[in-house]
C-alpha cells in the first residue's frame, strides 16, 4: 500500500504505535529514538523514499534479471558460556532459513493463499557467511564473545561496540540472550533492524535473540524474525506501516489496520473488527507476508513490489547507486571471501575457554572447558595445550581439565589449540582468584572499613569489572565523607546500560561476634541532568533499573547469597540530586546509612566475603558512592548510646579529648581505644562506678591519625562511638 511521506513531523508520528499487542520486532522503537536523537535521519529518509518513487516510475526494463545478489553476513555470538553460545550448525541453519525465504523456496511457500501467491516475488540473492575478516584472515564468518551484555542487549548498552565489522562489507547479526528495548505496548522483542539511510555504520545490522535464531539447537521457531528483519534492514517497513492502516510504501501490499498475532491460513481471508478503507473482503490483510508479525508457520512470502524495493536498497541505477550496493560489488565478495571463484581455505582456529567458576576456594576443584571455534577444533590433527600456573591439572591436553589451587592467590590461564591450518592462544590475566580457607581477618570485636588507603584495596579487595573499562568500583579520595576523605565509587558517570560492577570484600572470621551481628554502611548517590530520549514533562530523573544488591558467601564466592535488607534501587538510591557533571561529594553532600541485623548463614560464619554490585539500568546515572563499611557485634547500640548518653568532644581531635556519660545505676564500667582491626590501642577505664555523670580525659597526641573507636562497656552491655584523630 503505497503512501509517500513528505515530512519530518508525519514520518515521526508514523512510529507512534497505537495497538496493543506483544511486540516482536523493535526495528521501529530505534528508528523512531534515532529520530528523535537526529532529526537528519528524518530527512536521509524522505530523501532516499523520493528516489525510490522516481526511480520505480522510471525503472530500466529488466532491471537486473539474471543477476544475483551475493552478500557477507557475519555473526556476532554474545554469551555467557551458556545456551546462547549456539552451534556453529543452528547458524547454518539459519543462514538457509534466510536464502530459502528470500528466493521463496522455502517448503511452505505452497500454503500462500492463491490471490497472494499472484503477488509474490523472488530475488536471486544469498547471503554467504564470510571466509576473510576485515584484517583479511580466514574466517567462517562466526564470532564469539563472552559479556554480560547479553543480556537486555540494544545499541544504548554498548553490545555492538564489543564487535562490529565494517559494514560496507559485511552485514552484521549480534545473537544476544535477551534484548533491552522497552515498547510503549510492552511484550517480548525478538529482533530489530538498523534502516539504511539511518544511524551509524558501527550500529547497522540485526540483533536478534539466540531462541529465534534457525531452527534448530536453542531456536523454538522456524527462524524467520531474521527474514522479517533483514525485510527492515532492506528497507521494508511494517505491513501496516506502525501506523492504523498506515503506509508501508509498497504499491502491492494491501492495506493492513494494524499487524494480526495468531492470524494464519485457516483465518484466509482475514478482515479485522476495523478493516482500512480500500481492503477487499475477497482477500482480507495479508497475514502471510514476512513483514507482518503472524507467527513463524503463518508468513511465507514478499510481493514483487516489496522487491522492487529491495532491489532499489541494493542496486539503485546505474546513475545512483543503492545504500548497500558495495557489499554485494566483485570487490567486495573477493575482498570477504564469498566470491563464487574463491577457494575456501580451511581456517586455523581461535582459542577460547570458560572455567565454571573464578572464585574458589583453596582445594576446591575448578573445570575448565575448551570453547574454542574457527575451523576444526575437535578430532584428529587437533592438538591442544593448557597451561596453570600454580594450579594442579588433571589433564593438559584435553578439551577439560579440572584444576586445583594449593596457596591463595590471583592466577592467569592459558589455552593453546592447533589445528592442521594453525595455532592460537589465549591467555586470561589474573582470572582466577583462590581465597584461603581461613579468614583474612580475624578480631573479637568489629571490622571497619574507612577506604583510606588505596593500598590496603587493592590487597584486600578484589574488583570484578568484566568489560574491562573505566566504568568500575575504585577508591576515590579527597571527599567529603563519612569517615575522612575517601570512598568507594562506582564511577557511573557516562556508564553504558547494563553493566555489572562488582567489588568483593576481604574475607572476616565473624566466630568471635557475639550476636546479633550487625552489617551497616554509609551512600552517597546522584543522577544527571542529560536524560536524551529518557526525559518526559516533567522531565523524569529516576535512574531506571540502577541498583545496589549486597551479598554474602561462605564458600569463598562459590555461591553468593542476597541481604535484600541492604539493597538500594532506583527509588532510594539517589540521595544526593542532579549533578550534569561527574558526581563528587561535597560538604552539603547527603550521606544516608543503611544497616541490617546478618541472616543466620552470615552471622558468627568463620570465613565470609561481601559483594557488593552495582547493576547500571538505563544509562543516565551518576557516580555512586559507599563509605564506613561496619561489622558489630554489638546489641542495642543506638539504645546503649542513648541510655548513657555518651558524648566525646571535641571529635575530631589533636590533643586532649574529653569523654562523658550518664550511668543510670551502680554498675561495671569499661572504656577502651580500639583501631580500625579491633586491636586495643588504649585502655581508658575499667572498673566500678557509681551512678552519676563519669567524664574522662584521653590524651591523643601520641596517637597516630586516624580512625578509631571508643569502646564501651556497661554492665555487660557493649557499644562504640567512632573518635577520628587528626
Not at 557533571?581 to 565470609?608: C, F, H, M, R
Amino acid at each position: 500500500m503505497k503512501k509517500l511521506f513528505t515530512t519530518a513531523s508525519i514520518l515521526i508520528a508514523a512510529f507512534s504505535i497505537s495497538f496493543a499487542q506483544q511486540n516482536k520486532c523493535g526495528s521501529d522503537i530505534v528508528l523512531k529514538k534515532q529520530i528523535a536523537k537526529n532529526p537528519q535521519v528524518a530527512a536521509n529518509i524522505e530523501e532516499f523514499e523520493r528516489g525510490f518513487d522516481d526511480w520505480r516510475t522510471h525503472k530500466p526494463p529488466g532491471f537486473r534479471e539474471g543477476e544475483k545478489y551475493i552478500i557477507p553476513i557475519v555473526f556476532h555470538v554474545i554469551h555467557e558460556g551458556g545456551s546462547e553460545n549456539i552451534s556453529k550448525a543452528q547458524i547454518l541453519d539459519q543462514v538457509d532459513i534466510l536464502n530459502k525465504c528470500l528466493r521463496h523456496e522455502n517448503a511452505d511457500s505452497t500454503n500462500t493463499p492463491s490471490p497472494f501467491l499472484a503477488l509474490a516475488g523472488k530475488i536471486d540473492i544469498e547471503f554467504r557467511l564470510a571466509r576473510l575478516d576485515p584484517q583479511g584472515n580466514c574466517t567462517e564468518g562466526i564470532t564469539r564473545t563472552f559479556s554480560h551484555k547479553t543480556n537486555e542487549a540494544s545499541d544504548e548498552n554498548g553490545v555492538k561496540e564489543l564487535v562490529d565489522w565494517n559494514c560496507y562489507s559485511y552485514f552484521n547479526v549480534w545473537v544476544v540472550k535477551s534484548i533491552g528495548l522497552q515498547s510503549d505496548v510492552g511484550g517480548v522483542i525478538l529482533g530489530y533492524a538498523q534502516f539504511p539511510a539511518s544511524g551509524f555504520c558501527g550500529t547497522d545490522g540485526v540483533v536478534m535473540l539466540h531462541q529465534v535464531t534457525g531452527s534448530i539447537g536453542t531456536s523454538g521457531s522456524q527462524g524467520k524474525t531474521l527474514v522479517h528483519e533483514v525485510g527492515h534492514w532492506l528497507s521494508l517497513r511494517h505491513i501496516w506501516g506502525d501506523d492504523d492502516c498506515g503506509s508501508d510504501l509498497v504499491n502491492d501490499t494491501p492495506p493492513a489496520f494494524g499487524p494480526n498475532f495468531g492470524i494464519c491460513y485457516n483465518d484466509f481471508p482475514y478482515l479485522p473488527a476495523t478493516p482500512c478503507e480500500g481492503t477487499d473482503s475477497l482477500t482480507g490483510e495479508m497475514m502471510v507476508n514476512y513483514m507482518d508479525y503472524s507467527s513463524d508457520p503463518c508468513i511465507n512470502m514478499f510481493t514483487k513490489g516489496q522487491y522492487e524495493l529491495i532491489d532499489y536498497t541494493l542496486a539503485g541505477t546505474l546513475g545512483n547507486n543503492g545504500v548497500r550496493s558495495y557489499l554485494w560489488s566483485q570487490e567486495n565478495q573477493w575482498a570477504t571471501g564469498t566470491h563464487d571463484d574463491y577457494v575456501v581455505q580451511a581456517c586455523p582456529p581461535i582459542a577460547e575457554f570458560i572455567a565454571n567458576k573464578t572464585f574458589a576456594c583453596v582445594g576446591t576443584s575448578i573445570t575448565f572447558t575448551d570453547k574454542s571455534y574457527n575451523g576444526v577444533v575437535t578430532g584428529s590433527g587437533v592438538t591442544r595445550e593448557w597451561s596453570f600456573p600454580g594450579g594442579t591439572a588433571s589433564s593438559l591436553t584435553t578439551a577439560s581439565s579440572n584444576v586445583t589451587y594449593s596457596a591463595p592467590g590471583v592466577y592467569e590461564v592459558t589455552l593453546t589449540i592447533t589445528n592442521p591450518s594453525g595455532t592460537d592462544a589465549e591467555t586470561k590475566s589474573a582470572y582466577i582468584t583462590i581465597s584461603d580457607n581461613t579468614a583474612e581477618q580475624l578480631t573479637n570485636w568489629d571490622y571497619f572499613e574507612d577506604f583510606e588507603n588505596v593500598d590496603d584495596f587493592n590487597n584486600n579487595w578484589i574488583v570484578v569489572n568484566s568489560d574491562n573499562t573505566v566504568n568500575k568500583w575504585e577508591i576515590a579520595g579527597g571527599l567529603t565523607s563519612p569517615s575522612g576523605g575517601g570512598a568507594l565509587r562506582v564511577r557511573n558517570f557516562g556508564n553504558t546500560t547494563t553493566e555489572i560492577e562488582e567489588a568483593i570484600s576481604p574475607s572476616y572470621n565473624l566466630s568471635n561476634l557475639q550476636s546479633p551481628v550487625i552489617l551497616r554502611y554509609s551512600y552517597s548517590g546522584a543522577t544527571r541532568t542529560y536524560l536524551g530520549d529518557h526525559g518526559g514533562t516533567p522531565p523524569d530523573f529516576t535512574v531506571v533499573g540502577d541498583d545496589l544488591k549486597v551479598f554474602y558467601s561462605i564458600n569463598c564466592g562459590q555461591t553468593w547469597t542476597q541481604i535484600p535488607q541492604l539493597a538500594l534501587t532506583a527509588d532510594n538510591l539517589i540521595n544526593a540530586g542532579l549533578y550534569p557533571d561527574s558526581y563528587v561529594p561535597n560538604p552539603s553532600s547527603i550521606w544516608n546509612e543503611k544497616q541490617t541485623t546478618l541472616p543466620s548463614g552470615a552471622a558468627n560464619a568463620d570465613n565470609v566475603r561481601f559483594k557488593f554490585t552495582y547493576n547500571v539500568g538505563t544509562g543516565f546515572g551518576n557516580n555512586f558512592y559507599i563509605d564506613g563499611i561496619h561489622i558489630q557485634n554489638v546489641t542495642g547500640i543506638e539504645e546503649l548510646n542513648t541510655l548513657l548518653g555518651v558524648q566525646v568532644f571535641p571529635n575530631p581531635s589533636n590533643g586532649l579529648t574529653r569523654i562523658s556519660l550518664n550511668a543510670p545505676e551502680n554498675g561495671k564500667l569499661s572504656l577502651k581505644l580500639i583501631d580500625l582491626l579491633g586491636r586495643e590501642v588504649a585502655s581508658i577505664y575499667n572498673g566500678s562506678v557509681n551512678a552519676g555523670e563519669q567524664v574522662y580525659n584521653v590524651d591523643v597526641n601520641t596517637i597516630d591519625a586516624g580512625i578509631y573507636f571508643m569502646q564501651i562497656n556497661y554492665n555487660g552491655k557493649t557499644s562504640a562511638t567512632k573518635l577520628i584523630v587528626q
